[in-house]
């Protein structure tokens, strides 16, 4: 069965009645290239309304228009129309005109939403009636509220069935159109860390000995046992014994990670409920790179880091407990009175405060 919209009216075939005078008249403009605006004289060229009788042609675009089959526009100052498809035009069988004019204008925007001060420009209608017409699709579900990154302060309205795009929402860095600090913060230090170790060879970890019963140590054991671990800290830290047992990977190695891998890594983790794309992590690799924390390898298209795991020297800041001989005592779980360790003739505490 032949589409009505595209129904030939036979020039011996005079339509009857009204009605089908505005189906013939839709059909022939919907025959026509989509998106088409027409005027009246086009409408007149079209040989539907018979004697090309203005009045009957107003009264037959009030009745498309009316069942919003044909779209009233304004094209260099004249009124035009445009087709509708039925199946858009039933969607606005419940709207008032003023409502399916700016619901036109919403729905027009797509993902990037559309500004209220935009709708009242292009609808040329009062801002009260734009205002009252958005809380009634806004309260029917019809249309939503959103925030643009970009400006935050607006008001912008979409279609309830879409999702903004990225240049709205600002993509993963953003929440509820704010920049999230914490969260690029940590993805910052999570990338770095990750170029890190894919910049230094790093040695495999050394197999703890056998644990000793500390309670059987006598004093002599115990100072001695506490002496060499304490010169072991002394001499490194945590962050100084990566940095002691880290090495430069040699000239010409091509392992440093891409922003495909890195990327992967990032998706891997887990630290983003959404899944990050390569040009976002390129911004956060770039504002790493500018800051000095890493560099370009391998003609631009690698990355490798600058320093090793603790910074350059492996510099560690101390609190008061630490610097303390009780907060770094490894015998500490047999220091009391009368033990082969106590307080009274600790010589360490002595050391300390320079008695």
């Known amino acids: 069965m032949p589409d009505p919209d595209q129904v030939l009216i036979e020039d011996e075939k005079t339509p009857s009645s009204p009605k089908e005078l505005e189906n013939a008249l839709y059909a022939s403009c919907a025959s026509h290239t989509a998106g088409k605006d027409f005027n009246q004289q086009d409408l007149m060229a079209l040989n539907i309304i018979p004697g090309n009788d203005l009045k009957d042609l107003a009264r037959c675009l009030d009745a498309l228009v009316k ?46 939403g559309i500004w209220i001060k935009n709708i009242y420009t292009r609808a040329n209608l009062h801002q009260g009636i734009v205002t009252r017409c958005v809380k009634s699709l806004e309260s029917r579900g019809r249309i939503k509220t959103i ?16 999702q903004p795009s990225e240049d709205v929402t600002g993509g993963a860095f953003y929440t509820d ?43 002599e054991e115990a100072e001695e046992l506490r002496r060499g671990t304490l010169d072991a800290l002394e001499a490194r ?14 000239p010409g190695f091509i392992g440093y990670p891409t922003i495909s ?53 492996g510099d560690s800041s101390q609190n008061g407990l630490v610097e303390a001989p009780c907060g770094r005592c490894p015998v500490f779980g047999i220091c009391e009175e009368g033990g082969p360790v106590n307080p009274k003739d600790c010589r360490y505490f002595q050391e300390w405060l320079e008695i």
């Open 177 to 219: 159109g704010n920049l999230d600090e914490d969260f690029v913060d940590h993805l910052l230090t999570w990338i770095e860390r990750y170029i890190i170790g894919r910049s230094w060879w790093h040695p495999p970890a050394k197999e703890s000995g056998k644990k000793r019963d500390l309670k059987k140590l006598s004093t």
């Open 237 to 250: 830290s945590v962050c100084r014994e990566r940095n002691e047992h880290m090495l430069p990977m040699p």
């Open 67 to 112: 069942d919003r089959l044909l779209k009233l526009m304004q094209k260099d100052g004249l009124p035009c129309w445009r087709v509708v498809k039925r199946e858009d035009a039933a969607k606005y069988k419940d709207f008032t005109l003023e409502e399916a004019m700016v619901y036109s204008y919403i729905e027009s925007s797509q993902r990037e």
């Open 147 to 162: 925030q643009n990154a970009k400006f935050p302060k607006r008001k912008t309205y979409m279609l309830a069935g879409l």
């Open 261 to 313: 891998e890195i990327t992967r890594a990032v998706n891997a983790s887990k630290m983003s409920l959404v899944v990050m794309k390569e040009a976002e992590m390129r911004q956060l690799v770039d504002i790493l790179c500018w800051d000095g924390r890493i560099t370009k390898a391998c003609d631009g298209k690698r990355y490798k880091a600058v320093r090793r795991v603790g910074g350059r020297t």
